[in-house]
Protein backbone atom coordinates (compact mmCIF):
# COMPACT_ATOMS: atom_id res chain seq x y z
CA UNK A 1 0.00 0.00 0.00
CA UNK A 2 1.02 3.27 -0.85
CA UNK A 3 -0.05 6.93 -0.11
CA UNK A 4 1.11 10.04 -2.32
CA UNK A 5 -0.19 13.17 -2.14
CA UNK A 6 0.21 16.60 -4.39
CA UNK A 7 -0.87 20.10 -3.97
CA UNK A 8 -3.74 22.00 -5.69
CA UNK A 9 -3.29 25.16 -7.73
CA UNK A 10 -4.72 28.87 -8.25
CA UNK A 11 -3.53 31.20 -11.38
CA UNK A 12 -1.71 33.94 -10.61
CA UNK A 13 -2.48 34.48 -14.48
CA UNK A 14 -3.64 33.50 -17.90
CA UNK A 15 -6.00 30.45 -17.69
CA UNK A 16 -8.12 30.04 -20.98
CA UNK A 17 -5.37 31.61 -23.08
CA UNK A 18 -2.86 29.09 -21.98
CA UNK A 19 -4.97 26.33 -24.07
CA UNK A 20 -4.67 28.55 -27.26
CA UNK A 21 -0.31 28.81 -26.82
CA UNK A 22 -0.42 31.70 -24.66
CA UNK A 23 1.81 31.61 -21.07
CA UNK A 24 0.17 30.95 -17.86
CA UNK A 25 1.47 31.16 -14.28
CA UNK A 26 -0.31 29.12 -12.34
CA UNK A 27 1.04 28.98 -8.40
CA UNK A 28 0.87 25.31 -6.32
CA UNK A 29 -1.00 25.87 -2.68
CA UNK A 30 -1.03 23.98 0.26
CA UNK A 31 -4.00 22.34 -0.15
CA UNK A 32 -3.43 18.61 -0.95
CA UNK A 33 -5.35 15.59 -2.77
CA UNK A 34 -4.23 11.98 -0.63
CA UNK A 35 -4.39 8.91 -2.91
CA UNK A 36 -3.56 5.50 -0.97
CA UNK A 37 -3.00 2.49 -3.63
CA UNK A 38 -3.28 -1.18 -3.06
CA UNK A 39 -2.80 -3.86 -5.35
CA UNK A 40 -5.52 -6.29 -6.11
CA UNK A 41 -6.48 -9.08 -7.53
CA UNK A 42 -8.55 -7.37 -10.31
CA UNK A 43 -11.09 -5.07 -10.98
CA UNK A 44 -11.03 -0.91 -9.43
CA UNK A 45 -12.40 -0.19 -6.09
CA UNK A 46 -12.36 3.77 -5.48
CA UNK A 47 -13.68 5.55 -2.42
CA UNK A 48 -13.81 9.58 -3.01
CA UNK A 49 -13.95 11.74 -0.09
CA UNK A 50 -13.15 15.17 -0.59
CA UNK A 51 -14.64 19.00 0.64
CA UNK A 52 -17.96 18.68 -1.95
CA UNK A 53 -18.79 15.08 -1.50
CA UNK A 54 -19.86 13.19 1.43
CA UNK A 55 -17.46 9.87 0.78
CA UNK A 56 -18.76 7.32 -1.04
CA UNK A 57 -17.14 3.70 -2.86
CA UNK A 58 -17.65 2.58 -6.39
CA UNK A 59 -16.52 -1.15 -7.69
CA UNK A 60 -16.56 -2.19 -10.56
CA UNK A 61 -14.39 -4.37 -13.21
CA UNK A 62 -12.00 -2.36 -14.91
CA UNK A 63 -13.91 0.32 -16.47
CA UNK A 64 -16.98 2.75 -15.71
CA UNK A 65 -19.98 0.84 -16.42
CA UNK A 66 -21.70 -1.18 -14.11
CA UNK A 67 -21.42 1.74 -10.78
CA UNK A 68 -24.28 1.47 -8.58
CA UNK A 69 -26.33 3.43 -7.78
CA UNK A 70 -25.10 6.83 -5.54
CA UNK A 71 -26.10 9.72 -4.22
CA UNK A 72 -23.91 11.61 -5.74
CA UNK A 73 -24.58 14.00 -8.49
CA UNK A 74 -23.81 11.58 -12.41
CA UNK A 75 -21.54 14.03 -13.93
CA UNK A 76 -19.16 14.46 -10.41
CA UNK A 77 -19.14 10.81 -10.62
CA UNK A 78 -18.13 10.33 -14.16
CA UNK A 79 -15.42 12.94 -13.81
CA UNK A 80 -13.89 11.64 -10.94
CA UNK A 81 -14.25 7.75 -11.94
CA UNK A 82 -12.54 9.23 -15.58
CA UNK A 83 -9.44 10.81 -13.90
CA UNK A 84 -8.82 7.82 -11.80
CA UNK A 85 -9.25 5.19 -14.64
CA UNK A 86 -6.83 7.19 -16.97
CA UNK A 87 -4.66 7.08 -13.97
CA UNK A 88 -4.75 4.05 -13.14
CA UNK A 89 -3.74 2.99 -17.13
CA UNK A 90 -1.04 5.72 -17.23
CA UNK A 91 0.79 3.83 -14.21
CA UNK A 92 0.03 0.19 -15.53
CA UNK A 93 1.56 1.30 -19.07
CA UNK A 94 4.65 2.77 -17.09
CA UNK A 95 4.98 -0.67 -15.25
CA UNK A 96 4.59 -2.55 -18.23
CA UNK A 97 1.38 -4.80 -17.17
CA UNK A 98 -1.60 -5.02 -18.89
CA UNK A 99 -3.96 -5.27 -16.04
CA UNK A 100 -4.24 -5.82 -12.91
CA UNK A 101 -6.69 -4.54 -9.90
CA UNK A 102 -6.34 -1.57 -7.67
CA UNK A 103 -7.89 -0.32 -4.75
CA UNK A 104 -7.76 3.77 -5.10
CA UNK A 105 -8.93 5.59 -2.40
CA UNK A 106 -8.71 9.26 -2.21
CA UNK A 107 -9.10 12.42 0.33
CA UNK A 108 -8.97 15.59 -0.39
CA UNK A 109 -8.96 19.16 0.96
CA UNK A 110 -9.68 20.60 -2.75
CA UNK A 111 -13.07 21.25 -3.77
CA UNK A 112 -14.15 19.15 -7.19
CA UNK A 113 -14.04 21.49 -10.06
CA UNK A 114 -14.04 25.01 -8.09
CA UNK A 115 -10.38 26.16 -10.00
CA UNK A 116 -8.08 25.07 -7.58
CA UNK A 117 -6.49 22.04 -9.45
CA UNK A 118 -8.49 19.21 -7.69
CA UNK A 119 -8.53 16.99 -11.02
CA UNK A 120 -4.79 17.72 -11.67
CA UNK A 121 -3.71 17.20 -8.24
CA UNK A 122 -5.95 13.89 -7.99
CA UNK A 123 -4.39 12.08 -11.43
CA UNK A 124 -0.32 13.35 -10.22
CA UNK A 125 -1.11 11.39 -6.98
CA UNK A 126 -2.48 8.61 -8.60
CA UNK A 127 0.21 8.11 -11.00
CA UNK A 128 3.01 8.57 -8.11
CA UNK A 129 1.07 6.35 -5.59
CA UNK A 130 -0.16 3.60 -8.50
CA UNK A 131 3.61 3.42 -9.94
CA UNK A 132 5.09 2.79 -6.79
CA UNK A 133 2.67 0.35 -5.80
CA UNK A 134 3.98 -1.41 -8.46
CA UNK A 135 7.75 -1.09 -7.99
CA UNK A 136 8.38 2.04 -10.72
CA UNK A 137 9.91 4.86 -9.19
CA UNK A 138 8.82 8.25 -11.74
CA UNK A 139 9.97 11.52 -11.24
CA UNK A 140 8.17 14.53 -10.82
CA UNK A 141 8.60 15.23 -14.42
CA UNK A 142 7.79 12.27 -15.84
CA UNK A 143 4.08 12.30 -13.78
CA UNK A 144 3.85 15.40 -15.05
CA UNK A 145 3.30 14.59 -18.88
CA UNK A 146 1.80 11.31 -17.39
CA UNK A 147 -1.04 12.97 -15.97
CA UNK A 148 -1.04 15.76 -18.49
CA UNK A 149 -2.01 12.86 -21.01
CA UNK A 150 -4.88 11.98 -18.77
CA UNK A 151 -6.61 15.18 -18.53
CA UNK A 152 -5.51 15.86 -22.38
CA UNK A 153 -7.68 12.35 -22.85
CA UNK A 154 -10.50 13.33 -20.24
CA UNK A 155 -10.84 16.76 -21.61
CA UNK A 156 -11.15 15.68 -25.50
CA UNK A 157 -7.98 17.64 -26.23
CA UNK A 158 -8.90 20.40 -24.56
CA UNK A 159 -6.36 20.67 -21.82
CA UNK A 160 -3.04 22.73 -21.76
CA UNK A 161 -0.07 21.09 -19.52
CA UNK A 162 -0.38 23.73 -16.57
CA UNK A 163 -2.67 22.48 -13.91
CA UNK A 164 -1.13 18.80 -14.31
CA UNK A 165 3.05 20.43 -14.63
CA UNK A 166 2.01 22.98 -11.85
CA UNK A 167 0.73 20.06 -9.56
CA UNK A 168 3.75 17.55 -9.96
CA UNK A 169 6.29 20.21 -9.75
CA UNK A 170 5.00 22.33 -7.04
CA UNK A 171 5.68 26.27 -6.64
CA UNK A 172 5.03 28.93 -8.89
CA UNK A 173 5.39 27.73 -12.46
CA UNK A 174 5.33 29.23 -16.45
CA UNK A 175 3.73 27.21 -19.19
CA UNK A 176 3.84 28.12 -22.47
CA UNK A 177 2.52 25.23 -25.20
CA UNK A 178 4.56 22.27 -24.18
CA UNK A 179 7.35 25.25 -22.47
CA UNK A 180 6.82 23.81 -18.85
CA UNK A 181 8.91 25.32 -16.08
CA UNK A 182 8.92 26.10 -12.26
CA UNK A 183 9.82 30.23 -11.77
CA UNK A 184 12.92 30.04 -8.91
CA UNK A 185 12.89 32.17 -5.93
CA UNK A 186 9.24 32.92 -5.24
CA UNK A 187 8.81 32.06 -1.55
CA UNK A 188 5.45 32.94 -0.81
CA UNK A 189 2.45 35.19 -1.89
CA UNK A 190 -0.07 36.54 -0.01
CA UNK A 191 -3.09 34.07 -1.32
CA UNK A 192 -6.70 34.54 -0.31
CA UNK A 193 -8.95 32.39 -1.87
CA UNK A 194 -13.01 32.65 -1.55
CA UNK A 195 -15.08 30.15 -2.64
CA UNK A 196 -18.79 30.81 -3.61
CA UNK A 197 -19.67 26.95 -3.21
CA UNK A 198 -20.16 26.09 -6.81
CA UNK A 199 -18.38 24.23 -9.51
CA UNK A 200 -17.70 24.83 -13.58
CA UNK A 201 -17.79 22.70 -16.31
CA UNK A 202 -14.19 22.71 -17.28
CA UNK A 203 -14.90 21.15 -21.01
CA UNK A 204 -18.27 23.69 -21.45
CA UNK A 205 -16.33 26.53 -20.30
CA UNK A 206 -13.30 25.85 -22.36
CA UNK A 207 -15.69 25.27 -25.85
CA UNK A 208 -17.22 28.76 -24.86
CA UNK A 209 -14.34 29.96 -25.57
CA UNK A 210 -12.90 28.51 -28.66
CA UNK A 211 -16.27 29.08 -29.89
CA UNK A 212 -16.33 32.70 -29.29
CA UNK A 213 -12.56 32.70 -30.61
CA UNK A 214 -13.55 31.63 -34.10
CA UNK A 215 -16.98 34.02 -34.29
CA UNK A 216 -15.23 37.18 -33.37
CA UNK A 217 -11.53 38.47 -33.91
CA UNK A 218 -11.85 40.55 -30.97
CA UNK A 219 -12.55 37.70 -28.99
CA UNK A 220 -9.26 36.03 -30.26
CA UNK A 221 -7.68 39.51 -29.57
CA UNK A 222 -8.90 39.20 -26.28
CA UNK A 223 -7.26 35.57 -25.56
CA UNK A 224 -3.92 37.09 -27.29
CA UNK A 225 -4.18 40.39 -24.43
CA UNK A 226 -4.56 38.06 -21.46
CA UNK A 227 -1.08 36.73 -23.00
CA UNK A 228 0.35 40.44 -22.95
CA UNK A 229 -1.17 40.60 -19.51
CA UNK A 230 0.95 37.73 -18.03
CA UNK A 231 4.41 38.97 -19.56
CA UNK A 232 3.65 41.99 -18.14
CA UNK A 233 2.71 39.77 -14.75
CA UNK A 234 5.86 37.96 -15.05
CA UNK A 235 7.76 40.80 -14.97
CA UNK A 236 6.19 42.40 -11.86
CA UNK A 237 6.55 39.06 -10.04
CA UNK A 238 10.72 38.98 -11.06
CA UNK A 239 10.44 42.70 -9.44
CA UNK A 240 8.62 41.34 -6.86
CA UNK A 241 5.98 44.45 -7.31
CA UNK A 242 2.84 42.84 -5.29
CA UNK A 243 0.97 46.14 -6.51
CA UNK A 244 1.33 46.07 -10.11
CA UNK A 245 0.77 42.26 -9.96
CA UNK A 246 -2.54 43.03 -8.16
CA UNK A 247 -3.66 45.67 -11.13
CA UNK A 248 -2.61 43.31 -13.26
CA UNK A 249 -4.65 40.45 -12.01
CA UNK A 250 -7.83 42.70 -11.74
CA UNK A 251 -6.88 43.54 -15.90
CA UNK A 252 -6.49 39.82 -16.26
CA UNK A 253 -10.54 39.20 -14.68
CA UNK A 254 -12.11 41.77 -16.57
CA UNK A 255 -10.50 39.77 -19.70
CA UNK A 256 -11.76 36.83 -18.45
CA UNK A 257 -15.21 38.24 -17.71
CA UNK A 258 -15.17 39.37 -21.30
CA UNK A 259 -15.12 35.96 -22.49
CA UNK A 260 -18.20 35.08 -20.70
CA UNK A 261 -16.40 32.81 -18.05
CA UNK A 262 -17.16 34.57 -14.76
CA UNK A 263 -20.26 34.96 -13.01
CA UNK A 264 -22.72 36.94 -10.94
CA UNK A 265 -21.21 34.73 -7.84
CA UNK A 266 -17.17 35.09 -8.90
CA UNK A 267 -17.66 38.69 -9.37
CA UNK A 268 -19.23 39.13 -6.39
CA UNK A 269 -16.51 37.89 -4.32
CA UNK A 270 -13.62 39.91 -6.59
CA UNK A 271 -15.45 43.22 -5.66
CA UNK A 272 -15.99 42.03 -2.56
CA UNK A 273 -12.18 41.22 -2.01
CA UNK A 274 -11.28 44.71 -3.87
CA UNK A 275 -13.64 46.66 -1.69
CA UNK A 276 -11.69 44.68 1.28
CA UNK A 277 -8.17 47.12 -0.21
CA UNK A 278 -6.64 43.16 -1.86
CA UNK A 279 -4.00 44.93 -4.48
CA UNK A 280 -5.96 42.57 -6.95
CA UNK A 281 -8.64 40.06 -7.42
CA UNK A 282 -9.96 37.80 -9.96
CA UNK A 283 -11.47 34.38 -10.52
CA UNK A 284 -9.08 30.97 -11.00
CA UNK A 285 -9.20 28.32 -13.37
CA UNK A 286 -12.12 27.48 -15.57
CA UNK A 287 -14.44 29.98 -13.48
CA UNK A 288 -18.11 29.55 -13.80
CA UNK A 289 -18.23 28.88 -10.22
CA UNK A 290 -16.14 28.17 -7.40
CA UNK A 291 -13.39 30.18 -6.72
CA UNK A 292 -11.68 33.70 -6.92
CA UNK A 293 -8.11 34.56 -5.66
CA UNK A 294 -6.89 37.76 -4.36
CA UNK A 295 -3.59 39.22 -3.31
CA UNK A 296 -3.67 41.16 0.15
CA UNK A 297 -0.76 41.29 2.95
CA UNK A 298 -3.22 42.30 5.46
CA UNK A 299 -6.42 40.38 6.86
CA UNK A 300 -8.90 43.06 5.35
CA UNK A 301 -9.91 41.19 2.21
CA UNK A 302 -10.02 37.48 4.27
CA UNK A 303 -12.79 39.80 6.63
CA UNK A 304 -14.41 41.03 3.83
CA UNK A 305 -15.01 37.62 1.98
CA UNK A 306 -16.07 36.34 5.46
CA UNK A 307 -19.05 38.60 5.41
CA UNK A 308 -19.74 38.41 1.89
CA UNK A 309 -23.30 36.66 1.18
CA UNK A 310 -22.30 33.89 -1.37
CA UNK A 311 -18.67 32.84 -0.08
CA UNK A 312 -18.88 29.55 1.36
CA UNK A 313 -15.57 29.63 2.40
CA UNK A 314 -12.72 31.95 2.80
CA UNK A 315 -9.30 31.39 3.31
CA UNK A 316 -5.45 31.89 3.38
CA UNK A 317 -3.73 29.54 1.12
CA UNK A 318 0.46 29.40 1.02
CA UNK A 319 2.34 28.66 -2.27
CA UNK A 320 3.52 25.21 -1.75
CA UNK A 321 6.92 24.69 -2.98
CA UNK A 322 7.01 20.79 -3.58
CA UNK A 323 4.57 19.05 -5.76
CA UNK A 324 4.03 15.34 -6.41
CA UNK A 325 5.57 13.09 -3.34
CA UNK A 326 5.00 9.87 -1.47
CA UNK A 327 3.66 10.51 2.28
C1 LIG B 1 -8.56 24.92 -16.00
O1 LIG B 1 -8.06 24.71 -14.69
C2 LIG B 1 -7.62 25.82 -16.77
C3 LIG B 1 -7.98 26.05 -18.23
O2 LIG B 1 -7.01 26.95 -18.75
C4 LIG B 1 -7.98 24.76 -19.04
C5 LIG B 1 -6.56 24.18 -19.20
O3 LIG B 1 -5.56 24.90 -19.10
O4 LIG B 1 -6.48 22.98 -19.49
C6 LIG B 1 -9.35 26.70 -18.37
Not at 115 to 127: D, E, H, P, R, W
Not at 173 to 183: K, L, N, P, W
Amino acid sequence: MVTASAPGKVYLFGEHAVVYGEPAVPCAIQRRARVTVREREEGLRVHLDDLTLDGFTIEYAGDATGRPDIDVSESLVEAGIGYINEAVDQARDAAGVEDGGFEVSVESSIPLGAGLGSSAAVVAATIRAATTELGVDLTASEVADRAYQVEHTVQDGDASRADTFCSAMGGAVRVEGDDCRRIEGIDNLPFVIGYDGGAGDTGALVAGVRQLRLEYDFAADTVAAIGDVVRAGERALAAGDLDELGDLMDFNHGLLSALGVSSRSLDSLVWAARDGDALGAKLTGAGGNGCIVALDETDAALTALDYTPGCEDAFRAALDTEGVRIE
